[in-house]
């Protein structure tokens, strides 16, 4: 980001002109312009961050941060600060992995913002109190305990300035929470009590606004350890189950903790069915597994019981049945499920049993218990997208139980309705390869039954391969390589050759695999295939450096693919082609192939898609090759402006300056109207982002960002229309 230059709106007028521009900007237009410049440079900082060009975003922090008084807006300088620290994971996560040194540099802009934030702090405004701890959770990412104590306490200070009762008590409750997360409990307690004085001076006219914060408040003393006063508490609220969920979380508490007659005693005083059959069935665990099976049980049997009369028992008893499992009673768990007589909920209680015991490592309860599913998981109810099969092989993926997931997909004949059924055999398959464990997921795609899901089982098989490949285990990439089969819309066992060749440690290598590649690819007859496997056998020789091989097989690929009669699939197949390539991060080849796709909308299409991928990786010789191609000046300007921002975010500025010089000679052939709208239907028309309006609003913003005002200003000079003029004069003066 350029140094922004920013005055006060008082000497707006007084600012002496790079050129001859005589345009007085108003104060109203120019606070505008200063806050979208700001908010302009914060999102280029936040880019920043994500490529890990931290010390350029720093730098563009810091300006802000020095031009943030001069916005006369006090909704718009507190919205500006929190865009810059809320985002803690985004913008902090990342900084722990620098030196010790390069984050104390943060550290002290951290130092500043809370500066800044203090001398607000007499407004009384909630969101000052807000900041403060947002900027206490960034010390804390970045270790520094000491500034997180202080930010806390002046957290407190600003929240006791906040007028209104409620958004007071609302900040404290947040406090107090923040401090149980920085593992400050006494800065905790403190926060609570004073929220909790909060609470009682709030009117009484309206006792569910104070039961909201009272049971806020309960949950935090819970997380304390104080039961007894979050009990008292929920004697105090007027929501009928407010003090029911507060008395379910003090039971489980009080299990944590192993006081079981605090949890007994708790539970006896919950009046709603469902939340005290929950307490029970959490106590019953613990005693189960705690040496005391039988009392486990009967606690068991009486929550079930509790819950028999309610208008859904049965999905209610499920759902014990489902969390008494995890104590290792299987049998009862088993037998409780089998009573259950609707589908769903017998499904989904069933599902889960069969997971405890495949983990319990009992292959025939397992199968006893698949007979028993399989009937209930065939309805078109059990498999639609939010079906109870998709619950229970969720329980299995969770429970690292592949092998059960695999058997419950293979189990399911509805494959009509079952469309999430491709997803979760990719889905079991790719779980176990992330652990790693190549063996088992390779043991998990030969159950896949080819016959009926020929994608998902070869593409499993190739993801498997390459996996060896990449383990350098390369005999077991080859034995899988044999068992991958071409199916009727993708070359799989070419592709995979292909890959597997490109990887090869050694020529002869190399040559052995793609000789046998380019012999499966004369052998294919269906010319889609074909076309689509000489792509991959180019990439292939591309990748491995041979420059005459990888130009033979891509002129190979387009004439197979124009020898296709059919226009729609024609189109198609250089569309996969290109998307293939892309997917491979060999963009040069994907332009080729794009250069001769036989549809005007899906070649420019593909352009685009070649252009959106190549930039982000800094294959700019693609991009201005792309830029080349494109006829039409909106389109083109567009791509250097984009290219000119990635040339400023690494520094290269001559470059840059270059391009917006090309990009402003291009803007100036779009044709009139200067400002257009797209008229989405009858009722919605939004902004053209390319017509000339828009291109020279970008350049504007660019050359002043490059410190290039005499250009900037010769653009302005091109504007027809007044309003637009006055705007952009305002981005060059303010």
């Known amino acids: 980001m350029d140094e922004l230059v920013v005055v006060s709106p008082e000497a707006v007028n007084q600012i002496p002109q790079t050129m001859t521009s005589t345009v007085q900007i108003g104060s109203e237009l120019c606070q505008t312009v200063i806050y979208e410049k700001i908010n302009d440079a914060s999102n280029d900082a936040q880019q920043l961050i994500k490529?890990?060009?931290?010390?350029?975003?720093?730098?563009?922090?810091?300006?802000?941060?020095?031009?943030?008084?001069?916005?006369?807006s006090h909704e718009q300088r507190e919205y500006v600060i929190v865009s810059l620290i809320a985002d803690e994971q985004t913008i902090f996560q990342p900084l722990t992995q620098l030196p010790r040194a390069e984050q104390d540099k943060w550290v002290e802009w951290l130092g500043k913002v809370q500066e800044y934030l203090l001398s607000l702090a007499e407004t009384g405004s909630s969101a000052i109190s807000q900041q403060l701890y947002q900027l206490a959770e960034a010390y804390y990412i970045l270790g520094r305990n000491e500034q997180v104590a202080i930010a806390m306490q002046q957290a407190t200070t600003a929240a006791l300035q906040i007028s209104d009762p409620g958004f007071r008590a609302t900040e404290f409750i947040q406090i107090a929470r923040f401090c149980l997360q920085f593992q400050q409990q006494a800065q905790a307690q403190q926060a609570l009590s004073q929220a909790l004085a909060t609470v009682e001076q709030m009117p009484s006219d309206n006792p569910y606004a104070q039961g909201d914060h009272l049971y806020s408040i309960a949950t935090l003393y819970i997380q304390l350890g104080e039961a007894r006063r979050a009990l008292s508490l929920a004697d105090k609220i007027i929501n009928e189950f407010y003090p029911n969920y507060i008395r379910q979380e003090v039971v489980r508490d009080a299990i944590k903790r192993r006081d079981l007659h605090l949890a007994q005693a708790v539970t006896?005083?919950?009046?709603?069915a469902e939340s005290q059959a929950l307490a029970l069935v959490d106590m019953a665990v613990y005693w189960a597994t705690n040496n005391q099976p039988r009392l486990g049980n009967r606690l068991f049997a009486q929550a079930l019981k509790?819950?028999?009369?309610?208008?859904?028992?049965?999905?209610?008893?499920?759902?014990?049945?489902?969390?008494?499992?995890?104590?290792?009673?299987?049998?009862?768990?088993?037998?409780?499920?089998q009573r259950l007589t609707q589908d769903e909920s017998k499904a989904l209680a069933l599902g889960a049993v069969a997971v405890a015991y495949a983990k319990a490592k009992q292959p025939q309860q397992v199968q006893k218990i698949l007979a028993q599913l399989t009937d209930l998981i065939q309805s078109a109810a059990a498999v639609n997208n939010v079906g109870y099969v998709n619950n229970i092989l969720q329980f299995a993926v969770d429970a690292r139980q592949y092998n059960l997931a695999i058997a419950i997909l293979n189990a399911v004949k509805n494959n009509a309705n079952f469309d999430s059924k491709p997803y979760w055999y990719r889905q079991v398959v790719s779980a176990q390869l992330a652990l790693p464990d190549i063996d088992k997921a390779l043991q998990l795609a030969k159950q896949i039954p080819g016959k009926f899901w020929p994608e998902q089982r070869n593409s499993s098989l190739q993801e498997i391969a390459i996996a060896y490949a990449n383990a350098q285990q390369w005999n077991r990439a080859i034995d899988v390589l044999t068992e991958i089969e071409n199916s009727a819309f993708t070359p799989y066992q070419v592709l995979t050759g292909a890959e597997l060749a490109a990887t090869a440690t050694t020529p002869q290598q190399f040559t052995s695999l793609i000789q046998k590649v380019i012999a499966q690819t004369q052998a294919l007859k269906q010319l889609e295939l074909k076309a689509w496997a000489l792509a991959a056998i180019a990439q292939a020789y591309l990748r491995a450096g041979y420059a005459e091989q990888t130009q033979s097989f891509l002129e190979q690929a387009i004439q197979t693919a124009q020898q296709v009669e059919d226009?729609?699939?024609?189109?198609?197949?250089?569309?996969?082609?290109?998307?293939?390539?892309?997917?491979?991060r060999q963009y040069t080849a994907a332009l080729t192939i794009a250069q001769a796709h036989p549809v005007s909308y899906g070649q420019g299409l593909a352009y685009h898609n070649i252009f959106q991928q190549a930039l982000p990786s800094y294959a700019f010789d693609v991009a201005l090759q792309v830029v080349e191609l494109e006829t039409v000046p909106e389109i083109q300007a567009t791509k250097l402006l984009a290219i000119a921002k990635i040339y400023?975010?690494?520094?290269?500025?001559?470059?840059?300056?270059?391009?917006?010089?090309?990009?402003?000679?291009?803007?100036?052939?779009?044709?009139?109207?200067?400002?257009?709208?797209?008229?989405i239907n009858e009722y919605i028309e939004v902004n053209d982002e390319s017509d000339r309006r828009s291109q020279y609003t970008r350049l504007v913003r660019q050359y002043v960002a490059l410190e290039q005002l005499?250009?900037?200003?010769?653009?302005?000079?091109?504007?027809?229309?007044?309003?637009?003029?006055?705007?952009?004069?305002?981005?060059?003066?303010?």
């Open 648 to 679: 400023m975010q690494l520094g290269r500025n001559e470059d840059a300056i270059t391009l917006l010089d090309r990009a402003f000679a291009v803007a100036q052939k779009i044709a009139d109207p200067e400002s257009r709208v797209i008229q």
């Open 268 to 272: 006896a005083k919950i009046q709603e």
């Open 710 to 734: 005499d250009k900037a200003q010769q653009v302005v000079a091109k504007v027809q229309e007044a309003s637009l003029r006055d705007y952009l004069q305002a981005w060059i003066d303010c």
């Open 567 to 584: 226009n729609e699939m024609r189109g198609r197949l250089f569309d996969q082609m290109v998307n293939y390539l892309i997917q491979q």
């Open 306 to 337: 509790r819950v028999a009369k309610e208008e859904y028992a049965q999905n209610i008893q499920s759902r014990l049945i489902q969390i008494y499992r995890t104590s290792g009673q299987l049998t009862i768990s088993l037998n409780a499920a």
């Open 51 to 72: 490529v890990q060009q931290y010390e350029q975003a720093l730098n563009i922090y810091n300006q802000i941060l020095s031009q943030i008084p001069l916005l006369s």
